[in-house]
């Protein structure tokens, strides 16, 4: 970056391109926007220079050993001593130690660890400390410190070149203006005193870090469904007639049905990330004009789609997997390696469930409220229209009628609403809301699964309201927005019969109409993916490759594994020879 | 084997605490009951004690780089010399090498290879061929054949374990003698005559092989519902009342509505597996006395079955994952392994898209001989209440009317009835029955699921119908029950909605007694898994410990990690130092 004289968002762009899990990506990703976002002017000024010149490297150490995503739970303590002017960091339990941080465990030279603060006597909550670990001059732990790394993870590339870590404090001294004091300042005396800085600010940062998870995902399922696309034009399996060729597997049905969804998801994807762009420049807008009122909204709305489209991407990386047979086990075919790097966004940033729940609780009040007038406002307005939707019954009455964005958007509408709706009203025979809340879970989490779907929904259909370039395009693009929508229809069929949005005849019609669709994406399909603009290089998948050439490279990569590079196996005389002449000796079994 | 003079049986057992895939799986699993069913008398009185002494070594080389699930489209050939009463072997194709037969890679010395026979001219279709591959005395392949390994699969240990090969043939020539002439035999003259043995006995083994799997499934599935289990009781995450404690996730009903349906499975699969041994005895004993009647329907029953547990076990290793949050992903808590190791099952012995069509076939071919007064047998014999089914609506009025075995069955019944009817009426609709099949095959998977879960349903209720030892043990088992069939039900809701077996009242109903059920199971879910009794040291898993000593193991465990042999990391000087020190030379960028 300071080489090359890089600008902030150059940067990040060619750190994609590297494609693997590095120390770099949690300096510039959180230990950089940490300080930016909660230290003061002056912390800014002494630590921004030195982290952008990497003459430290930093991480975010957040998560505990004992402690995930409940940040209220965190054990370490920072505990202010008027005396020295000092904080002190502990770990005061084995859970108390930090746990995951990226690049903390080997190449971190400092750190930005949340820890209670404690003045006083008092503890004021969780709080984001600077704090040295290494020497910088020959990067031993610095004393009071123990740190590692946490071992090895999922596949066998994938995180592993990320250094995750461990990191125990034992009594360590800070000085007391390492603490980010930007929302709370600490004083000489260890007195607490709130800036005039809006809390609502670090939701503005979560809208931030959520909207560029969802664009993630739509990348990282892109390239997955180009990889089973391209192979599954050149596979070939039974068929054959008259001893003619077998035929492509993309002509099957059931492959088809597996692959056009995803393949539309990819698209979905795409947009609903490109809004969520839009939203958050809004929401950034907003803020800096002391508007909140959209804000609750935003974050909802981000919280349930980094959680729909995580956990969705994840699952069709591994179904595109399954998608190419035997060969996508083969770490050449890419998508092991995929799906092991892809995994923990389902985690990571929020956990997918507990994101779900704080995105049912909002839908909840929202409909709540409604009775006392208060409009409902971006992604829920739709629910301004209740009493319409709580009669509506769908009258699409031909499969075509299905295609009518018209008819999918309030079939979608109908069914999300009624299901808030009722979970609200079961929630009113709990004497204790929370108990209610714990007791519905399972419905809550489903409810939100039927809005955060609208949404992406939706934003399809209102992307296709815009011109778009190309020939044909706009019109393949129709084409997958309603492969999209009816695909999930026909998963969720049991909540549009259950809420009398749809009948089962209507159903029928549906998955008629969805399946007959796949025909007319079938002849653009490899198109479609092309048009991701993929390198080889990039998609790293022997059976991705974009000319097609699968089997004769996947025999040259074979010849390439180490295993190859003598005749006879190592370990031949020692184990296989005394083996086939009988002469095994027992103690070595 | 051979030192300790073990029996089959008791080297089987054996094999399966090695809990590692390795050459001997194949020359054990495969290349000796490939001999022992597909040879002549001759054949094995030659083969099998060189086998068995383990003084030769095979695989079993059918698949080839472009042909999997269709044997039919193997390209390797085996032609017939009557000059040199040989077999000229020969691999035509790159699309014929022979890739992934486990043992193949480095180890074995031979292979039982499928190829095309052809004498006289005459394509003769696929047989089984015994081929030496590497001397005897150096290990060295033969002349005319290229040997080696496919390269690097899924997962850091899992099957790379496993020396999955790729193998050539230049017309390599085997003496006449050494193709498997059980079925067929080829005369000194090149003339083809079939034996009376049986055609059908190829199922019998398939009944068998399969069977193993749904066993295989029912332990996968159930050593990571007790990881999940186990690790669920010991995290904490959220609501700390007054400084108290977190709540253990397992009382979540998030996470409850996740595992418990997961850990009721794997108690299904169990007695499904134990079903299926019977099985495979009753179809034994059938073909010894000539009584083929019910050979079909346990041929689609099993195979039905693997694919049923196979893609359910694999979806619920990863959802164990998950369901251990972050800590998941740490290899040390075994679940990564267990994953990678496991979801080829879905795609060995038959792939299981393509075992759910031939289920549906065999359903579809039932159903239309109704009329003829075909009585259908075993697992299909629901289907001689068609009229009955056909005009079925549940009754149940109350949530605990669904406790009751007789309501779960009939609808589950009266679901695949209706929706195996449905089908066969819209195939009628083709000219073509083929071209049906194919337009159809969504639908008619679909079918075949629905089928397939109602016997592993009612194999657990008829478990369930005998005595089982222990206090409150039935009853526990009772409950599991009714979650699995219960959470199946809320799962194909649609199903049972569009084929009116069930009104969107009673469905709800469904669920709320489902979330009942939950409460119930809480209590003993550590019991139910503790009774797999699988020691900590097959679990192979931290977070899975029997003593739930969890955090200090995990944390032990990281240290262990080579990275952490040095407390300053390898790379130091040459990479971090100098970017520290803003000395990096911009040429090794």
């Not at 004021?124 to 090895?152: A, C, Y």
């Not at 461990?166 to 005193?193: A, D, W, Y």
């Not at 969720?492 to 949005?501: C, K, M, N, V």
Request: some cysteine; aromatic content about 10%; proline content about 3%.
């Amino acid at each position: 970056v300071n080489e090359l004289n890089l600008t902030y968002e150059e940067a990040t762009k060619l750190r994609f391109f590297i494609d693997e899990p590095t120390f770099t990506d949690l300096h510039w990703g959180m230990f950089v926007p940490a300080i930016k976002g909660q230290g003061t002017e002056e912390q800014q000024e002494k630590w921004l220079p030195l982290a952008q010149k990497m003459q430290i490297i930093g991480c975010y150490a957040q998560t505990e050993l004992g402690h995930g995503s409940n940040i209220q739970g965190l054990e370490t303590t920072a505990t202010f001593d008027s005396k020295t002017d000092e904080f002190v960091i502990h770990s005061p339990t084995l859970t108390s130690s930090k746990w995951w941080p990226g690049g903390l465990g080997k190449v971190s030279t400092h750190a930005v660890v949340y820890a209670r603060l404690i003045t006083e006597g008092q503890d004021h909550g969780v709080h984001g400390f600077i704090v040295q670990l290494r020497s910088l001059e020959d990067h031993i732990p610095l004393p009071g410190i123990t740190v590692g790394d946490i071992g090895t993870k999922f596949g066998n590339g994938g995180y592993n070149t990320m250094d995750n870590g461990v990191l125990r404090f034992n009594h360590v001294r800070i000085p007391r203006n390492q603490m980010l004091m930007r929302i709370l300042q600490v004083s000489r005396e260890g007195k607490c005193t709130y800036s005039d800085v809006p809390r609502q600010l670090i939701y503005g940062t979560m809208v931030y870090v959520r909207q560029t998870i969802v664009s993630d995902a739509s990348i990282a399922l892109s390239r997955a469904v180009t990889i089973a696309t391209r192979y599954s034009c050149v596979r070939r399996q039974f068929g054959s007639q008259n001893g003619g060729p077998e035929t492509q597997v993309i002509d099957y049905k059931t492959q088809q049905n597996r692959l056009f969804p995803l393949l539309a998801s990819a698209y979905a994807f795409r947009f609903v990330a490109e809004w969520l762009k839009w939203l958050y420049g809004d929401v950034t807008a907003r803020l800096n004009a002391n508007d909140f009122s959209m804000l609750q909204e935003a974050h909802a709305c981000t919280a349930g789609l980094k959680s729909l489209t995580t956990t969705a991407t994840a699952d069709a990386i591994e179904e595109c997997r399954k998608l190419c047979g035997g060969h996508g086990y083969l770490c050449s075919s890419g998508l092991p390696e995929l799906f092991a790097m892809y995994v923990p966004a389902c985690t990571y940033e929020g956990d997918n469930m507990v994101l779900l729940l704080q995105v049912a609780r909002f839908l909840v009040k929202t409909v709540s409220q409604l009775g006392s007038g208060k409009q409902p406002v971006g992604t829920t307005s739709y629910m301004g229209r209740g009493e319409y939707l709580m009669q509506y019954h769908s009258n699409v009455e031909r499969a075509e009628d299905w295609l009518k964005f018209g008819a999918i958007l309030e079939a979608f509408e109908a069914r999300a609403f009624k299901m808030v709706v009722s979970c609200a009203q079961s929630l009113l025979n709990f004497p204790n809301p929370e108990e209610g809340f714990a007791e519905l879970s399972v419905d809550l989490a489903e409810v939100a699964i039927a809005h955060c779907q609208l949404i992406v929904v939706s934003k399809f259909i209102d992307k296709l309201k815009q011109e778009i370039a190309g020939k044909g395009v706009k019109q393949q693009l129709v084409y997958l927005c309603n492969i999209y929508a009816l695909s999930l229809l026909h998963k969720h069929q049991g909540e549009f019969l259950a809420t009398s949005t749809i009948t089962a005849e209507q159903a029928s019609l549906a998955t008629t109409q969805l399946r007959n669709l796949y025909s007319q994406v079938r002849p653009n399909a490899v198109a479609l993916v092309d048009s991701f603009n993929y390198t080889d290089h990039y998609l790293g998948s022997v059976l991705g490759r974009y000319d097609g050439n699968v089997y004769p490279k996947l025999y040259e990569a074979a010849w390439k594994d180490p295993l190859n590079d003598s005749v006879v196996t190592d370990g031949y005389v020692e184990y296989i020879k005394p083996l086939l002449k009988g002469k095994l000796n027992l103690s070595r079994l």
